[in-house]
């Protein structure tokens, strides 16, 4: 049709630029739009550094718990003919003696010296041909909670969180793990994290199995998960009932052993107020089971081809989660309806990964995907109907992102002293939020 060689070549480089500019508005982040981040605080205190941050919303706000390290490196020394340090490892926080936040495990044995003592040997002089440690050498568990606006300490336990959960009303239970006392003790709080009581007649139904607290269904009610296996406990621990099992062979997952874990959360297990949902990868499928918390009956069963991930929960109860089916690779988001059984699929991105997936309020939705290398991330107010384009998070080497459903807003907390600033709020504590 086009027999002049300069129309052809013209056309082609016409396609090729709207080729290009298709990938590049695609990859280009600045058309996305910017997250309002706010500091909601002036900086006081010398700022303290968290990792393995959980998030739990509660009706007055939320509990949030960070794990930071009570020792501080002093360098001395270099020794460069050897590539060996000699450093000096001091106390950064004394948590024991500091008597405006309380520190949980003083109600386990109210003896400070056992403490100081066990404190003391983690400080001192050392050598070693690297100083940072990617475990805290003495992990120090900060609880904080809104006041005013504003996070804020509100207790400490030498360390760490294996698992925590809150309802709407504010009570919450978190199991932790330390060095200083046997077993894993359980604090609960019936006011959104202010107050925390040691529950002394708290003992796991199986002794060596991961915890995930899944829901708490009223006072001293609890529902948890320890392998594939459902309990509830009516009396704050003391006692247990299995709801459901769905393993009932017995094999599978491994049980805790002699390894350490931080910050250990079932990924096998998702609650409302009402069901608890299982979810199995099978060689090339997947299965979802929909546990009635107060029965224990088995509403519904799906396998689905592919692999099921990110499944997450709105207040409100609906559940959303990620399905990838083979052989073609292709990702697309779903929603879960264990009254009949079904899934609807809410959207579907192709070839490109989904990396996370939330789920808030009002059924907003955020996720991450891939597209050749790139993050991006697209938000949804109405259930995935709409979807606006936004700013990618920060990597996660720079800060950790939470989010909190029941008020649709992000926290940001950074990861090193290196991407902080050095002074935080009344409580050390250095963060963002902006809204979704």
Same mark, same amino acid.
């Given at each position: ?92 926080? @004394?948590?024991? &003696? ?10 386990? &044995? ?12 983690q400080i001192g002089k050392g050598s070693g041909r690297e100083i940072e440690s990617y475990r805290p050498r003495l992990p120090l568990t900060q609880?904080?909670?809104?006041? %005013?606006? %504003? ?16 309802? &709407? ?30 529950? #002394? #007649? ?7 199995? %991961? ?21 509830? +406990?009516?009396?704050?621990?003391? +006692? ?43 060689? @090339? ?8 918390? #107060? ?19 709105t207040p409100e109860g609906e559940v959303y989660f990620v399905l990838k089916t083979e052989p073609r690779m292709r990702y697309s988001i779903n ?55 936004? /700013? ?5 080497? /720079? %800060? ?21 600033? @050095?002074?935080? &709020? ?11």
């Open positions: 049709m086009f027999t002049d060689r300069r129309i052809r070549v013209a056309l082609l480089a016409v396609g090729l630029i709207i080729c290009i500019t298709f990938m590049y508005i695609r990859d280009f982040a600045g058309f996305a739009g910017e997250w309002e981040r706010t500091r909601p605080y002036q900086p006081e205190k010398n700022a303290i550094i968290m990792k393995s941050l959980l998030i739990s919303s509660v009706e007055q706000g939320v509990l949030i718990t960070g794990l930071s390290d009570a020792i501080d490196i002093k360098v001395n020394h270099i020794e460069r003919s050897n590539f060996l340090y000699h450093y000096n490892k001091v106390l950064r926080d @004394d948590p024991v &003696n500091d008597n405006a936040v309380p520190l949980l495990n003083l109600q386990i &044995n109210p003896d400070k010296a056992v403490i100081n003592k066990h404190i003391a040997k609880i904080m909670t809104e006041q %005013e606006g %504003e996070l804020r300490v509100r207790a400490r336990f030498i360390g760490n969180v294996l698992s925590q959960q809150c309802d &709407n009303q504010g009570r919450c239970l978190i199991v932790f793990k330390n060095d200083i006392t046997p077993g894993r003790p359980a604090f609960y709080s019936n006011d959104g994290g202010l107050h925390w009581q040691w529950l #002394q #007649q708290w003992a796991s139904p199986e002794t060596r199995a %991961e915890e995930n607290v899944l829901a708490i269904t009223g006072a001293g009610h609890f529902v948890m998960a320890q392998n594939e296996r459902l309990y509830q +406990t009516m009396d704050f621990g003391q +006692t247990w009932k299995k709801l459901a099992d769905l393993n009932p062979s017995g094999r599978g997952r491994a049980d805790l052993g002699s390894y350490q874990h931080y910050n250990i959360q079932d990924p096998s297990w998702l609650a409302t107020s009402q069901r608890a949902i299982f979810w199995k990868q099978e060689s @090339d499928t997947s299965s979802l089971t929909c546990i009635n918390l #107060q029965t224990g009956r088995q509403e519904a069963y799906l396998s689905l081809p592919g692999r099921v991930s990110k499944p997450t929960v929603r879960l309806d264990c009254s009949n059984g079904n899934y609807t699929p809410v959207l579907e991105t192709g070839t490109d990964s989904i990396s996370d997936l939330y789920a808030g309020k009002d059924n907003s939705l955020i996720f991450t995907f891939r597209f050749n290398d790139p993050e991006h991330i697209r938000v949804s107010h109405n259930g995935g109907k709409n979807w606006k384009r936004m /700013q990618k998070f920060p990597r996660s080497y /720079q %800060e950790n992102v939470l989010f909190d459903g029941v008020r649709n807003r992000l926290f940001y907390f950074p990861v090193e002293s290196y991407y902080a600033p @050095d002074l935080g &709020n009344r409580d050390g504590l250095v963060y963002e939020i902006s809204p979704i």
